[in-house]
């Protein structure tokens, strides 16, 4: 059997997720543009932290540089949607022409609710609220958690919501209401029937479908992966996935394959077999990943565990949860992407009165020559950041090499 490279298995990862285009001054991306991309990776992740722009808005810079975040806005709201807001990997922005896949979680918090939900509608001063939060809504229109009162008691935590803001996340979840769009991040939640478009296919598919779908879709968007990350992508459990990936290769939809991994070691991995050709090409050099950018720490091409050690031999700190002390790298790094690797990675947050970049540690990883070539497209990445975000000046605080930021500054 063929073992493939580590280099082709990357090359083809970052095709799977249109991260490896070669950088270019191209016209701002327009609405179709970003649908696409956005159906091509399956979904976006939705995420509070705003040191620079959120998470939804940095996974497709990462890939098609500054565009107007509120075109994506736009694709999830209004009368033309063609997004809308789910559950699959997280709270995501999913295409909404797999909007039926959401129905047999819908249908199942409906009949039994979680555990949280369940002590919570015991109450029945709860189940009271939640009849007359859906009913201001229906007399109404869209609302805010903000236009509800609140109960008076002081919360420490984003998760200890008030009553009215855990009665529309349970008629969320159990898809009564849907996301009309938001209002400065705040959700507007309004009635299901008056957001889905009448085009939207409403047929419920059963656990077993739903399941198979979601394994091929997490296959074909990683390239290539082990069995159990083509469930890590729409995070599911590989007690429910494995049967998923072997009926999958038994039907000849996945197929194994040897792949060397980032440590030297091989493994068995499995690939959809629309990838196979591409793998080909990559593994012959026809297939080149020539981009350069900055990923979120959310991003799409991070989500199955370990991954990033797999395939890069670079581990992700998420570290923006951690004490300040305990902190390695800093808040929050977005890794540095180059060609077919992960370079380093740098913790920036934008000073939105002054419109200063600021880059409060920037790293190498151990054994990266900073040579002109990764200077040069690091460079123009930066830019294309900086205009992303409105920013007029960059400030490097700390750099490990200190040469690498002197370098990087004296190119821009």
Request: hydrophobic share 40%.
């Given at each position: 059997?063929?073992?493939?490279?580590?280099?082709?298995?990357?090359?083809?990862?970052?095709?799977?997720?249109?991260?490896?285009?070669?950088?270019?001054?191209?016209?701002?991306?327009?609405?179709?543009?970003?649908?696409?991309?956005?159906?091509?990776?399956?979904?976006?992740?939705?995420?509070?932290?705003?040191?620079?722009?959120?998470?939804?808005?940095?996974?497709?810079?990462?890939?098609?540089?500054?565009?107007?975040?509120?075109?994506?806005?736009?694709?999830?709201?209004?009368?033309?949607?063609?997004?809308?807001?789910?559950?699959?990997?997280?709270?995501?922005?999913?295409?909404?022409?797999?909007?039926?896949?959401?129905?047999?979680?819908?249908?199942?918090?409906?009949?039994?609710?979680?555990?949280?939900?369940?002590?919570?509608?015991?109450?029945?001063?709860?189940?009271?609220?939640?009849?007359?939060?859906?009913?201001?809504?229906?007399?109404?229109?869209?609302?805010?958690?903000?236009?509800?009162?609140?109960?008076?008691?002081?919360?420490?935590?984003?998760?200890?919501?008030?009553?009215?803001?855990?009665?529309?996340?349970?008629?969320?979840?159990?898809?009564?209401?849907?996301?009309?769009?938001?209002?400065?991040?705040?959700?507007?939640?309004?009635?299901?029937?008056?957001?889905?478009?009448?085009?939207?296919?409403?047929?419920?598919?059963?656990?077993?479908?739903?399941?198979?779908?979601?394994?091929?879709?997490?296959?074909?968007?990683?390239?290539?992966?082990?069995?159990?990350?083509?469930?890590?992508?729409?995070?599911?459990?590989?007690?429910?996935?494995?049967?998923?990936?072997?009926?999958?290769?038994?039907?000849?939809?996945?197929?194994?394959?040897?792949?060397?991994?980032?440590?030297?070691?091989?493994?068995?991995?499995?690939?959809?077999?629309?990838?196979?050709?591409?793998?080909?090409?990559?593994?012959?050099?026809?297939?080149?990943?020539?981009?350069?950018?900055?990923?979120?720490?959310?991003?799409?091409?991070?989500?199955?565990?370990?991954?990033?050690?797999?395939?890069?031999?670079?581990?992700?700190?998420?570290?923006?949860?951690?004490?300040?002390?305990?902190?390695?790298?800093?808040?929050?790094?977005?890794?540095?992407?180059?060609?077919?690797?992960?370079?380093?990675?740098?913790?920036?947050?934008?000073?939105?009165?002054?419109?200063?970049?600021?880059?409060?540690?920037?790293?190498?990883?151990?054994?990266?020559?900073?040579?002109?070539?990764?200077?040069?497209?690091?460079?123009?990445?930066?830019?294309?950041?900086?205009?992303?975000?409105?920013?007029?000046?960059?400030?490097?605080?700390?750099?490990?090499?200190?040469?690498?930021?002197?370098?990087l500054m004296s190119v821009l």
């Open positions: 059997m063929t073992t493939y490279p580590v280099t082709a298995l990357r090359t083809l990862a970052l095709f799977a997720q249109n991260l490896h285009i070669a950088n270019e001054n191209d016209l701002q991306p327009d609405p179709e543009t970003i649908y696409r991309l956005v159906d091509r990776i399956g979904c976006v992740q939705i995420d509070t932290l705003h040191m620079v722009r959120r998470s939804q808005y940095l996974v497709p810079w990462s890939r098609l540089g500054a565009f107007d975040p509120t075109i994506l806005d736009a694709l999830a709201s209004g009368p033309e949607r063609r997004l809308f807001e789910g559950r699959q990997h997280a709270a995501c922005i999913i295409p909404l022409s797999e909007y039926r896949y959401q129905l047999p979680h819908q249908r199942r918090v409906r009949e039994d609710p979680a555990d949280f939900s369940r002590t919570w509608l015991s109450d029945p001063n709860n189940v009271a609220l939640t009849r007359s939060v859906l009913a201001r809504i229906q007399q109404e229109g869209a609302l805010r958690t903000s236009d509800f009162d609140g109960d008076g008691h002081k919360r420490s935590s984003w998760w200890d919501w008030k009553p009215a803001k855990h009665a529309l996340e349970q008629l969320f979840a159990r898809g009564d209401l849907m996301i009309a769009g938001r209002d400065k991040f705040q959700r507007r939640y309004d009635l299901t029937e008056r957001v889905l478009p009448k085009w939207v296919d409403t047929h419920e598919p059963g656990a077993t479908e739903r399941d198979r779908f979601w394994v091929e879709r997490g296959a074909k968007a990683l390239g290539a992966c082990l069995p159990r990350h083509a469930g890590d992508y729409t995070w599911m459990g590989v007690s429910r996935s494995r049967p998923m990936v072997e009926a999958l290769v038994r039907d000849g939809i996945l197929i194994s394959i040897q792949g060397s991994l980032a440590n030297g070691q091989t493994a068995e991995l499995v690939i959809h077999r629309d990838n196979l050709p591409l793998l080909e090409q990559a593994s012959d050099g026809a297939l080149r990943a020539m981009r350069t950018t900055f990923l979120s720490p959310f991003d799409n091409l991070l989500w199955a565990a370990r991954r990033d050690e797999i395939f890069w031999g670079f581990h992700q700190a998420l570290e923006c949860y951690l004490p300040a002390h305990k902190r390695v790298y800093g808040y929050l790094c977005l890794p540095i992407l180059h060609r077919d690797r992960l370079i380093g990675r740098f913790d920036p947050k934008l000073e939105r009165k002054t419109r200063i970049l600021r880059i409060k540690a920037l790293y190498l990883e151990p054994g990266v020559r900073p040579d002109e070539e990764l200077l040069r497209d690091t460079a123009f990445a930066m830019r294309d950041f900086m205009t992303f975000h409105e920013a007029s000046e960059l400030v490097i605080e700390h750099s490990q090499p200190a040469a690498f930021g002197k370098k």
